[in-house]
């Protein structure tokens, strides 16, 4: 059974930076697409950015392309999530989520497992 396991959030100003960590068990990591997901309240989820297996390929959200980097360590199981520029707009609930095989997807109906998730607020 595939297990994520989040780290990192919390509180910043605006402008400033947060690094988010997932730890994959339980497969093989490397046969999962990793996406990243947002959820603010009263919203519904929110697609952020999904990265291919092999880490060559990614896709980003327009509202945080230039701003967030998704990277992941095959041999670390953990994929990392490097948030700069903060806004008051990205103030969510963060989740990954891993999908097997395929491509990368901004879907959340496609991916099989969900992180437990991740509070991030960036005040003004």
């Known amino acids: 059974q595939v297990q994520l396991v989040e780290s990192g959030g919390g509180l910043v100003q605006a402008g400033g930076s947060l690094r988010l960590s997932c730890e994959f068990s339980?497969?093989?990591?490397?046969?999962?697409?990793m996406g990243w997901f947002r959820q603010a309240p009263g919203n519904e989820r929110e697609f952020v950015a999904a990265i291919s297996w092999s880490g060559s390929s990614t896709d980003y959200a327009d509202s945080v392309k230039g701003r967030f980097t998704l990277s992941r360590d095959n041999a670390k199981n953990t994929v990392y999530r490097q948030m700069n520029s903060l806004k008051p707009e990205d103030t969510a609930v963060y989740y990954c989520?891993?999908?097997?095989?395929?491509?990368?997807?901004?879907?959340?109906?496609?991916?099989?497992?969900w992180g437990q998730g991740t509070q991030v607020t960036v005040s003004s």
């Open positions: 989520a891993a999908k097997i095989l395929g491509d990368q997807s901004q879907d959340a109906r496609n991916y099989n497992y």
């Open positions: 339980g497969r093989t990591f490397s046969s999962y697409v």
